[in-house]
T-cell receptor
Framework: AQKVTQAQTEISVVEKEDVTLDCVYETRDTTYYLFWYKQPPSGELVFLIRRNSFDEQNEISGRYSWNFQKSTSSFNFTITASQVVDSAVYFCALSEAWSGNTPLVFGKGTRLSVIA | NAGVTQTPKFRVLKTGQSMTLLCAQDMNHEYMYWYRQDPGMGLRLIHYSVGEGTTAKGEVPDGYNVSRLKKQNFLLGLESAAPSQTSVYFC????????????FGQGTRLTVV
C-alpha cells in the first residue's frame, strides 16, 4: 500500500531563513510519481511540482528546490530565503502508475509560518 | 477557463439532512475525485471515477455516494448527514495520462450541526 509521511506538523521560521520540508513515501510500485502542493490561507490547492520515479535529478525553480532520493524514499522541498507569502500548508503526494493515473495519496501536510 | 468548479462553497446542514455537492470540470478530463480535508489529517480520498458511468471507493467512502452520469460532472451525495462529516470537501480532476497532476476545485466547507 502506498503511504506518504510528513513528520513535521508545523514549522515556524523568520523571514529570509531557509527551510526544508520533509516527505517520506512508501510504495511497492517501481513506477510512481511524487507531487508537492501548496495550500495558502485562502484555501485553494496549488500544484508546485511533479517528479517521476526514474528521474532523480534535483530541481530548482527560483527560491524553491526539490531533492528526490530513491535510496531513502524521500522527496524533500526547500525554500531558500523564505518570505511571508510562503506561509501555507504544504502537501506531499504520491501516485502509483501501475494502471493509468491512480488517485493521489497525500501526506498530512506541514504548516509553514514565515514571520516578518 | 473555469477549470474545476464546486457548488456550493459553503453549507450548513442539520444532522440527518441530505445534500449533493456538484463538481464540474471543463478540461475534458477522464478522471475525477472527491477528497475531504480535516485538521491534521491531510486530504483523504472518498470516491473517484475513471470515466463516465464508473465510480470506485477510496479510503473513506462510508456515508457518501457518488455518480458520474456525464463526463464533466461528478456528484457527491450525503444521504443522512452526520457531525463527523463536517469537513472541507475538494473535488479534483486529471487526465488519464500517467503522472499528470490533479487540478482542484476551490473547496466546499460543510458543517453538520
Amino acid at each position: 500500500a502506498q503511504k506518504v509521511t510528513q513528520a513535521q506538523t508545523e514549522i515556524s521560521v523568520v523571514e529570509k531563513e531557509d527551510v526544508t520540508l520533509d516527505c517520506v513515501y512508501e510504495t511497492r510500485d517501481t513506477t510512481y510519481y511524487l507531487f508537492w502542493y501548496k495550500q495558502p490561507p485562502s484555501g485553494e490547492l496549488v500544484f508546485l511540482i511533479r517528479r517521476n520515479s526514474f528521474d532523480e535529478q534535483n530541481e530548482i525553480s527560483g527560491r524553491y528546490s526539490w531533492n528526490f532520493q530513491k535510496s531513502t524514499s524521500s522527496f524533500n522541498f526547500t525554500i531558500t530565503a523564505s518570505q511571508v507569502v510562503d506561509s501555507a500548508v504544504y502537501f506531499c503526494a504520491l501516485s502509483e502508475a501501475w494502471s493509468g493515473n491512480t488517485p493521489l495519496v497525500f501526506g498530512k501536510g506541514t504548516r509553514l509560518s514565515v514571520i516578518a | 477557463n473555469a477549470g474545476v468548479t464546486q457548488t456550493p462553497k459553503f453549507r450548513v446542514l442539520k444532522t440527518g439532512q441530505s445534500m449533493t455537492l456538484l463538481c464540474a470540470q471543463d478540461m475534458n478530463h477522464e478522471y475525477m475525485y472527491w477528497y475531504r480535508q480535516d485538521p491534521g489529517m491531510g486530504l483523504r480520498l472518498i470516491h473517484y471515477s475513471v470515466g463516465e458511468g464508473t465510480t470506485a471507493k477510496g479510503e473513506v467512502p462510508d456515508g457518501y455516494n457518488v455518480s458520474r452520469l456525464k463526463k464533466q460532472n461528478f456528484l457527491l451525495g450525503l444521504e443522512s448527514a452526520a457531525p463527523s462529516q463536517t469537513s472541507v470537501y475538494f473535488c479534483a480532476s486529471s487526465s488519464s495520462d500517467r503522472g499528470i497532476e490533479a487540478f482542484f476545485g476551490q473547496g466546499t466547507r460543510l458543517t453538520v450541526v
